[in-house]
Nanobody
Framework: QVHLVESGGGTVQPGASLRLSCAVSGRTTTTSVWGWFRQAPGKERTFVGA????????LIADSVKGRFIVSTDDAKNTMYLQMNNLEPGDTAVYHCGARPYLRYTLSTQVEEYTDWGQGTQVTVAS
């Protein structure tokens, strides 16, 4: 099991940038794939991006492709979500999650991530 803590959210104007962080601790060597999901009020949690920290392979949702980038630090204990040119439709609580042991696929499915952080609020408004 791993422990995940998100940070970096806030309120920004359209067109601004934010970088979210997800600090990962615990038995990190038992996981390979970490992901970002977001949940707007009254809506389901949806996939944003994922990374296999062992290979640096990434996957980004079509809805944010070209604006969002997923990466990790060199120590492989923090995942980032760089968000550029933010739009009001990006307003949501952003959660990071980890897939369980021996799961290497960059999954877009919420149910395939078993450990989650509490989330960080991102609000984009003029």
């Amino acid at each position: 099991q791993v422990h995940l803590v998100e940070s970096g959210g806030g309120t920004v104007q359209p067109g601004a940038s934010l970088r979210l962080s997800c600090a990962v601790s615990g038995r990190t060597t038992t996981t390979s794939v970490w992901g970002w999901f977001r949940q707007a009020p009254g809506k389901e949690r949806t996939f944003v991006g994922a990374i296999n920290w062992r290979t640096d392979d990434t996957l980004i949702a079509d809805s944010v492709k070209g604006r969002f980038i997923v990466s990790t630090d060199d120590a492989k204990n923090t995942m980032y979500l760089q968000m550029n040119n933010l739009e009001p439709g990006d307003t949501a609580v952003y959660h990071c999650g980890a897939r369980p042991y021996l799961r290497y696929t960059l999954s877009t499915q919420v149910e395939e991530y078993t450990d989650w952080g509490q989330g960080t609020q991102v609000t984009v408004a003029s």
